[in-house]
């Protein structure tokens, strides 16, 4: 019933840029949070940024404040993580994740995209 289509993976040498998107589509009624986690191999996988509500308030790791750039279009359901400055430990499987509703009497339920790999190496 959810989609989530992501892009903009790939590879990039250190200090480059890459910005990842995401579409969700499907029988959405409402988007509460909207964001990005990464999972690097043998590690757990953990929250890179999210914009936490519709008026665009938003949550970094520590990691990627001051290099990454979280940004969220209401009106397409889409969200766009923008990541400059990259570093070899950026290095990870990043998924979209949102929190949604279904309908006016549903609660929020959580869905992810497929991921999408992003190597930083020289």
């Known amino acids: 019933q959810v989609r989530l289509v992501e892009s903009g993976g790939g590879l990039v040498q250190p200090g480059g840029s890459l910005r990842l998107s995401c579409a969700a589509s499907?029988?959405?009624?409402?988007?509460?949070?909207m964001g990005w986690y990464r999972q690097a191999p043998g590690k757990q996988r953990e929250l890179v940024a999210r914009?936490?509500?519709?008026?665009?308030?938003?949550d970094y790791a520590d990691s990627v404040k001051g290099r990454f750039t979280i940004t969220r279009d209401n009106a397409k359901n889409e969200v766009t993580l923008q990541m400059n400055s990259l570093k070899p430990e950026d290095t990870a499987v990043y998924y979209c994740?949102?929190?949604?509703?279904?309908?006016?009497?549903?609660?929020?339920?959580?869905?992810w995209g497929q991921g999408t790999q992003v190597t930083v190496s020289s």
């Open positions: 914009i936490i509500n519709r008026f665009g308030e938003t």
């Open positions: 994740n949102i929190n949604a509703a279904l309908s006016f009497y549903s609660n929020t339920e959580t869905f």
């Open positions: 499907g029988s959405i009624f409402s988007i509460n949070a």
